[in-house]
């Protein structure tokens, strides 16, 4: 059906170029055939797709990172040398490689870890400690830092060290240790296996005790390459899942004081922290080809991502303040 209007309404403009108002119609129903159309289509493309196209975009490696950045996190990368716990401390023993998995810090396999190992035959895994403290304990421990581990052990030890003359004229000196948990005495393989650390660690430990007493632990290999290092191809592997994130998910900062904060600051959700996002982490590399070289602690995620990131943070209740409120 035409649409058109009186002859008296028209103007005199209208009258003089007919051509201009067929077109003008033209226009008018391609505008609402396209719109419609176009309505109807976004309202019924399912949620799902969405995320698919999203998750599609973030197959190239890397998508977020420039030849810029790829400098100056390389930079930093040969300043600072991560070495990975999970690497480096291995147990001796054969029934405890699968300690290896604690290190996800996930409470159920935890537990069910310690029904099924035999540390000795008191079953000092089993009948003397509480499997949630001990979970607990061992989330905290592999959380520090490596040197910040090597101080709590230095100080456990010497708390628990005996000294006992074993010859006449106090000539030999044997240490013994009492090791235990939360009051209760335990075998030193639970002990082991509560903190996810090896029989080559501790015994280093002892020896830089007796030697040089509770002076820091310096590794031999510092400043070198170690072969238990992260590779570079991991941290930027990390640095770009971490990065697609943020862009997808991240705040930029309100109110920042850029006198005061030389860096722009982007805000991951208030829901997540450093462990969740360590498992979103693990679950996308889950079907990885190189998950072998991929596959970190979490203590070495954080310092992966407080090194080479420091513009991501964690939202916080005051966040959302400017400078001059937060000061208030």
């Given at each position: 059906m035409e649409n058109s209007t009186h002859p008296l309404l028209n103007s005199i403009f209208s009258e003089t170029h007919q051509e201009l108002q067929t077109l003008q119609n033209d226009f008018l129903n391609l505008q609402i055939h396209f719109v419609n159309t176009n309505y109807e289509n976004s309202q019924s493309k399912d949620y799902n797709e969405i995320l698919e196209e999203d998750e599609n975009d973030e197959s190239n490696e890397l998508l977020f990172i420039s030849e810029y950045q790829l400098q100056k996190y390389h930079q930093i990368y040969n300043n600072n040398k991560i070495v990975d716990n999970l690497k480096e401390n291995n147990l001796n023993n054969n029934e405890f490689e699968k300690l290896k998995t604690t290190i996800n810090n996930n409470e159920e396999t935890f537990i069910k870890q310690i029904s099924e190992t035999n540390c000795c035959q008191n079953n000092c895994l089993k009948e003397k400690i509480n499997s949630k403290k001990a979970y607990l304990r061992n989330f905290n421990f592999q959380s520090l830092s490596k040197s910040n581990q090597d101080s709590f052990l230095m100080g456990y030890f010497i708390g628990i060290s005996n000294l006992k003359n074993t010859s006449k004229g106090n000539k030999r000196i044997r240490i013994s240790y009492n090791y235990s948990f939360d009051s209760e005495k335990i075998c030193l393989q639970a002990f082991k296996f509560i903190y996810g650390i090896g029989s080559t660690r501790i015994e280093n430990i002892k020896t830089h005790l007796f030697q040089e007493d509770i002076k820091a632990r310096i590794h031999k290999s510092a400043r070198k390459s170690s072969y238990t290092a992260i590779p570079f191809?991991?941290?930027?592997?990390?640095?770009?899942?971490?990065?697609?994130?943020?862009?997808?998910?991240?705040?930029?900062s309100p109110g920042q004081h850029f006198k005061r904060e030389k860096i722009e600051i982007t805000f991951l959700l208030a829901i997540e922290n450093?462990?969740?996002?360590?498992?979103?982490?693990?679950?996308?590399?889950?079907?990885d080809k190189n998950i072998d070289k991929l596959y970190i602690c979490l203590s070495s995620f954080k310092t992966i991502f407080k090194n080479f990131l420091p513009e991501i943070k964690f939202l916080t209740p005051r966040s959302d303040l400017c400078y001059f409120c937060k000061v208030m």
């Open positions: 191809f991991t941290v930027i592997r990390i640095i770009n899942f971490i990065l697609s994130y943020a862009n997808k998910w991240g705040l930029a450093y462990t969740s996002l360590y498992r979103k982490y693990l679950d996308a590399i889950d079907q």
